[in-house]
């Protein structure tokens, strides 16, 4: 009984997982400034009221963000964690609910390095 009560409880507890579409960045460096961005999206997920985004870095370092949308996108004038670039990073999305329900996290997306 309390194997299918825990099995209840978490099956009602945990949203469908996110599916990263596509993760890119950018960064540019002249003589007087220096430009990156990151940008992500991903798939919606029914009865989720917002979502957190994880960025991990070649060197193992990490930072997570909170959004309301499927959405993300951050510039280094606004976050100094992305100022050097993000060569092999990669990005997980989970999403969260009403009464502390959540999801598992996407599978990690290597971001793309956006070119012109």
Known sequence: ?????AKNWIEKCILGT??????SYYKSQSRYFSYSYVAVKWSE???????KVRITKADGTWK???TTYT???????TDDFID???DGATISVKALGDNESFSLWSDEFITVKYGF
């Open 1 to 5: 009984a309390i194997n299918n009560a």
């Open 18 to 23: 996110p599916t990263v579409e596509y993760a």
């Open 45 to 51: 997920v029914e009865n989720a009221t917002s979502y």
């Open 64 to 66: 997570e963000y909170d």
């Open 71 to 77: 959405a993300f996108y951050s510039t280094n004038y």
């Open 84 to 86: 050097d670039g993000m």
